[in-house]
């Protein structure tokens, strides 16, 4: 995701370059088009594979280590990864929400009813939207820092969560009963994506809804 951050300089970038290569190619323009475009044609072909997930795994891996561009493969926090960050970060979703699913059907249909479902981060919140209709999970999806995207409902009550990506230890601050029902994970995801805590919390000292937008700000 790194790349969107300084997605705001690319056109200026791009203008710079352009006027750059209009120059170069006047003074000799045959000649500068002769070397320019297989050389562009190249570069793209061999760089796709760090912007566009067209690799499996293992092959991308290989291949990112025989290319040898460190920037390529370091995370924002400044560790190497086997693969791309961008790519790394997709990896895993539906399997992940697989996960959630598996125990949300753990629940009593009473439970099932009225419990959330809540992310620690705007990636698990948005692959449980994604794919959570396809595992039977309703769209009840609380994220603790965006209050926009996934808001609480305007009513009801809310006494039981299946939570994703937060330690028990956390949870136990705000609920009485919080059990792990599973851990996912993935080899190939970034270290903070690794060992992904799914627990059932139950009990909470305050009702979720009504705490739930002070924390908007």
Known sequence: MSCL?????????????????ESLALASRRRALDFLIPMLIGWGIAVLPFGLPI??????????AAVGIKAAVTTNSGTQLALPQDYADMLGWKEQVAAVARAWKQLPAGQRAQAMVIARNY????????????????QRILLPDNYLLW???SNGVCNVAVTLGIPPGDLSKAFRSVRLVETYDNPW???????VPICVAQ????????????LKH
């Open 5 to 21: 951050y300084i997605g705001r300089i690319y056109p200026a970038l791009l203008a710079a370059g352009a006027v750059g290569l």
């Open 123 to 138: 990636g698990e919140a948005g692959a449980l939207e994604f794919y959570g209709p396809q595992y039977g999970l309703r």
């Open 203 to 214: 009990s909470p000292f305050r009702d979720i809804l009504g705490a739930w937008p002070r």
């Open 151 to 153: 808001p609480p409902p």
């Open 55 to 64: 690799l499996p795994p293992v092959p991308m891996a290989r291949y990112a």
């Open 189 to 195: 995801r970034v270290n903070e994506e690794r060992h």
